[in-house]
């Protein structure tokens, strides 16, 4: 799979998934959908598993994880990840109006580290921000709003901060 791609052809985009003993492993994203209390990323992860005749064959364990369990791979499209958004749109409550994420890209050689802004569910994160802090993290050098989910109009037609 090219880093750029999302889900498609050559199946779900890869993720990293932290373990419960902190290594962090590359996994798939099957899907991510939106809880009352946040988001859900559902990864799965190639796995041995023990047949009848005592021999061991690769399978995939799937599980639903939350942001701080996943992390986003660099440079990979989440795009056309499916998205459950099973909560009704008559009229936004508190925790449904819009919110969005940072992510974080490393420095690297030739490449001056930059910070990514999402609408919440386009890329994992367990930081959720209001428009008045989106708004003041776009404006930070090396900054951008992520086109895939279209960060910027959606940063635009949120709803005013609280004042």
């Known amino acids: 799979m090219n880093q750029?791609?999302?889900a498609g052809a050559s199946g779900p985009p890869p993720i990293f998934v932290v373990l419960p003993d902190g290594q962090e492993v590359r996994a798939r994203l099957h899907a991510r959908r939106q809880e009352k209390d946040g988001w859900r990323y559902q990864i799965g992860i190639q796995l041995w598993?023990?047949?009848?005749?005592?021999?061991?064959?690769?399978a995939e364990h799937r599980a639903w994880v939350s942001p701080a369990q996943a992390r986003p791979v660099p440079g990979v499209?989440?795009?056309d990840v499916p998205t459950y958004r099973p909560f009704p749109a008559d009229g936004l409550s508190?925790?449904?109006?819009?919110a969005w994420t940072l992510q974080y890209l490393p420095h690297r050689p030739g490449?001056?580290?930059?910070?990514?802004?999402?609408?919440?569910?386009?890329?994992?994160?367990?930081q959720t921000l209001n428009q008045e802090q989106a708004l003041a993290a776009l404006s930070?050098?090396?900054a951008a709003a992520c086109t895939e989910c279209d960060?910027?109009?959606s940063?635009?037609?949120?709803?005013p901060p609280a004042s």
């Open 49 to 58: 598993q023990d047949r009848a005749n005592g021999d061991a064959r690769a």
């Open 140 to 142: 930070q050098p090396r």
């Open 4 to 6: 750029g791609e999302g």
């Open 94 to 98: 508190q925790r449904s109006r819009p």
């Open 77 to 79: 499209s989440y795009r």
């Open 151 to 153: 960060a910027a109009r």
């Open 155 to 159: 940063l635009a037609s949120g709803p």
């Open 111 to 126: 490449h001056p580290g930059a910070t990514l802004l999402h609408v919440i569910g386009c890329t994992p994160s367990d």
